[in-house]
């Protein structure tokens, strides 16, 4: 089994930054893509950012040029830093890695906030 443990969320003001990390422990047997998605309250998850195998990334446009995805391969863990956050920011985030189908993990999330 493999466990996801977000954390680095909380209460910033508008303008601020976040940094997420998630960890990625147990029996892992491949590893495709590593993500973050969120979803704010009524409306759907969406995907913010995910990294490949390769080092590939890519990111919604609506966070273009704020956020940066990136990962420690040694140890499993991929990391959000976030910059300029907006209210519409808001959200809980959650980190996905999905391996060689159908492996697909979700963390359990961990809420940010963007006071304006």
């Known amino acids: 089994q493999v466990q996801l443990v977000e954390s680095g969320g909380g209460l910033v003001q508008a303008g601020g930054s976040l940094r997420l990390s998630c960890a990625a422990s147990?029996?892992?047997?491949?590893?495709?893509?590593m993500g973050w998605y969120r979803q704010a309250p009524g409306k759907q998850r969406e995907l913010v950012a995910a990294i490949t195998i390769g080092g590939s990334t890519n990111y919604a446009d609506s966070v273009k040029g704020r956020f940066t995805i990136s990962r420690d391969t040694t140890k499993n863990w991929v990391y959000l830093q976030m910059n300029s956050l907006k209210p519409e920011d808001t959200a809980v985030y959650y980190c996905?890695?999905?391996?060689?189908?159908?492996?697909?993990?979700w963390g359990q999330g961990t809420q940010v906030t963007v006071s304006s």
């Open positions: 996905n890695l999905k391996g060689n189908w159908p492996n697909d993990y």
């Open positions: 147990g029996t892992i047997f491949s590893i495709n893509i």
